[in-house]
């Protein structure tokens, strides 16, 4: 009976990425114009059901708070939409119509945005709704069909965004089968899709192993690794803003967003009045045998880390730990002095847990945030709460992140909410972090670029000959064809070529 519930799974996973192949080829023939009325209409409704997301989010997973995941559900909706609402994504982006060289440029040529077909979406269960509706304007938005693969334990709730989704754009002239998501939930189903050769691009947003997975693929991927971001607090800091910061970071959603603080390094000079606001603002420093009672707690045998832990309260995970804490208390803090990947606070953890350290002076804090991020978090993300901006310049220099973040809450910078980045739900770790982006990712890294190149030069001028030939210039005036155009144009060459 498994089997064959294995085998129809991989079957629907097909039968659906044909459909969706069928509607990219239909959405390739829209203008910008008719898929940001897609878009809009999407995050007209996710911002409209935001709280009935975020609620059956909850419920379903156990993991954050309602009204943190409202928030969310917004940044996926509305501000993703308002971010990319007047950028073009597909069709004609420029046109350089002047032909030779000037000013170190080449002359002579047209960009055209083209939709990369279908996107396979994988969906976490600590953001599910927020990252549906995310994905699913962003793929739409540069013209694609999309399929999501939904986290096991977050299906119910995905599966409504999906809904939720699907309606919207169809009220707003979308073909049948551009929205689309797995329901029969397999490893094998899930693998059927992202080795499928009609996918174009996965959108990998979960665990690592799911990851390395859409990488392996075979198919291009764009995926995302564990977080591990320190939060380093230097001797010019607004020490109170630096700690409330730090706390409602990591205390958002119950530090599920995986750009959150997981350490904090500071210099000894400020330490005790770190300490006292740390503690003035509900954080409770474990001591030494609650902390090991803790590190017990935190990862699994295998090194990975506990999902008891994710998305909890501080007095929860207290009480899996043994922990006596006060009702009120919003993060728990352990004091450490090594960087291991044995050590479980040197991980990253999704719940208000910090690592602590004390240095001599920022050079230290330095070494000690770069070996925080080698032993996990690479390329990711970490934030400094700073005045000094020749100390800010000399971590933008050498931590190897893609975000820095500077005197603002990590997990709600790091996706675009209180910084300038781009509201984004997956955040690229670039190269470093084994990412194809160090982006955050948003509809032009789901579409090709097709280059007219004119020419401009002749062979002869190369070999300094003879004088370079004047190219001849592109054709002046409107020179966009209609749809129906192209479908002509290409009938007729496919008739000569006998296809």
């Known amino acids: 009976m498994q089997l064959d519930h294995d085998l129809q799974s991989i079957q629907s996973a097909r039968e659906i990425i044909r459909n969706a192949r069928a509607a990219a080829d239909a959405l390739a023939k829209f203008s910008q114009a008719q898929l940001d009325k897609i878009c809009a209409e999407i995050a007209k409704d996710g911002e409209a059901q935001a709280r009935h997301l975020a609620e059956l989010a909850v419920e379903e997973t156990g993991f954050g708070r309602v009204e943190d995941k409202i928030l969310k559900n917004l940044l996926g909706s509305r501000l993703t939409w308002e971010a990319w609402r007047d950028v073009p994504a597909v069709g004609v982006l420029t046109e350089d119509r002047k032909a030779g060289q000037g000013h170190g440029r080449t002359h002579g040529l047209w960009e055209v945005g083209v939709p990369v077909g279908v996107v396979a979406a994988l969906i976490p269960s600590t953001n599910p709704t927020s990252t549906t509706l995310y994905k699913a304007i962003i793929s739409l938005k540069a013209g694609n069909a999309i399929v999501f693969s939904p986290h096991p334990g977050a299906k119910r709730c995905i599966?409504?965004?999906?809904?939720?989704?699907?309606?919207?754009?169809?009220?707003?002239?979308?073909?049948?089968?551009?929205?689309?998501?797995?329901?029969?939930?397999?490893?094998?189903?899930?693998?059927?899709?992202?080795?499928?050769?009609?996918?174009?691009?996965?959108?990998?947003?979960?665990?690592?192993?799911?990851?390395?997975?859409?990488?392996?693929?075979?198919?291009?991927?764009?995926?995302?690794?564990?977080?591990?971001?320190?939060?380093?607090?230097?001797?010019s800091a607004d020490i109170a803003q630096a700690v409330r910061h730090i706390v409602e970071s990591k205390t958002f959603d119950n530090g599920v967003i995986c750009a959150s603080e997981q350490s904090i390094v500071t210099e000894r000079c400020i330490a005790q009045e770190i300490e006292e606001e740390l503690k003035r603002q509900g954080c409770y420093f474990l001591s030494e045998n609650e902390s090991a009672a803790l590190a017990k707690l935190l990862l699994r045998s295998n090194g990975t880390m506990n999902p008891q832990i994710v998305g909890k309260t501080a007095p929860e995970i207290a009480a899996m730990a043994g922990v006596g804490v006060n009702q009120n208390t919003r993060v728990l803090i352990s004091r450490q002095e090594s960087v291991s990947p044995r050590n479980a606070y040197c991980h990253e953890k999704l719940c208000p847990v910090l690592a602590y350290y004390v240095e001599p002076g920022w050079e230290a804090a330095c070494l000690r945030c770069l070996a925080l991020l080698g032993v996990e978090g690479a390329g990711h993300t970490m934030v400094i709460h700073s005045k000094d901006e020749a100390v800010i310049r000399a971590f933008a220099l050498e931590k190897p992140v893609s975000r820095l973040l500077v005197n603002t809450p990590a997990a709600l910078g790091g996706v675009g909410a209180t910084t300038g980045l781009a509201p984004a739900l997956t955040l690229g770790c670039g190269s470093v972090g084994g990412s194809a982006t160090s982006d955050n990712v948003g509809p032009l890294h789901l579409r090709d670029i097709r280059r007219?190149?004119?020419?401009?030069?002749?062979?002869?001028?190369?070999?300094?000959?003879?004088?370079?030939?004047?190219?001849?210039?592109?054709?002046?005036?409107?020179w966009q064809v209609e749809h129906d155009d192209i479908s002509e144009i290409t009938r007729k060459v496919m008739e000569r070529l006998k296809l």
């Open 452 to 478: 007219v190149a004119w020419g401009v030069k002749e062979l002869s001028s190369l070999r300094g000959t003879t004088p370079a030939l004047r190219a001849t210039p592109p054709p002046e005036g409107n």
């Open 159 to 235: 599966l409504e965004a999906v809904q939720l989704i699907q309606n919207a754009a169809k009220r707003a002239g979308a073909p049948e089968n551009a929205v689309q998501s797995l329901s029969l939930l397999t490893r094998e189903a899930t693998e059927a899709l992202l080795r499928h050769p009609d996918v174009g691009v996965i959108l990998a947003t979960g665990g690592e192993a799911m990851v390395r997975a859409a990488y392996s693929s075979g198919n291009p991927a764009i995926g995302v690794g564990p977080g591990n971001g320190p939060a380093f607090i230097e001797r």
